[in-house]
């Protein structure tokens, strides 16, 4: 008596032929790396991925807080160890609303106008050719490449902290100083 499989169960076992083991093989590598690849590409999170929703494409944050969206916000060093902030804020909703604080790390923004009221007509722009608004914060004294926080205060909104990227005063950025802005 053999104790082969084949002499225990005639007809039952055949040999695989070597061509079909390698379609098979090829198959289930084929599998596999379509498989990792998906996985790794982060394809498989689907439409709403982390990495798929990023706005963000310049060096300043944005945020919104409720109906008011603060856009590419950034501060600008200057040579007095003062900063200036640099942005947008929009207003996305029906009615005006007024920042009553900007604070940089405790310390609080000199403004121009007196009265930054945010309107659904009229965005605040700080810094640049059409800027209407001018925050500066007095001796922060941060060098350029840091992150400070930034924290808005909108009288309907709420308030909102930003972790805020501090420019050199290059570049870019070589024109923005605090200038008036007239109320």
């Known amino acids: 008596m053999t104790n082969s499989l084949f002499s225990l169960f005639p007809g039952r076992i055949t040999a695989m032929p070597l ?105 605040l722009i700080f810094a640049g050719d059409s800027a209407n608004a001018l925050a500066v914060f007095p001796s922060i004294n941060v060098q350029p490449g840091r992150h400070v926080t930034l924290q808005v205060t909108l009288r309907n909104a709420g308030s909102v902290k930003l972790d805020t990227l501090v420019r050199d005063r290059v570049g870019e950025f070589a024109n923005v100083g605090p200038t008036f802005i007239a109320n």
């Open 19 to 123: 061509a079909t083991n390698a379609k098979r093989l090829s198959s289930v590598r084929t599998l596999v790396l379509a498989m990792s690849l998906v996985l790794l590409t982060g394809c498989g999170a689907g439409p709403n991925a982390p990495t798929r929703l990023i706005t963000q494409v310049t060096d300043g944050v944005e945020k919104m807080v409720g109906d008011i969206r603060l856009v590419h916000i950034l501060l600008v060093k200057q040579s007095d160890g003062s900063a200036v902030l640099v942005g947008t804020v929009l207003n996305n909703g029906d009615s005006p609303d007024l920042i009553t604080n900007l604070t940089v790390n405790g310390i609080p923004a000199q403004i121009s106008p007196s009265m930054l009221l945010v309107t659904p007509e009229q965005p």
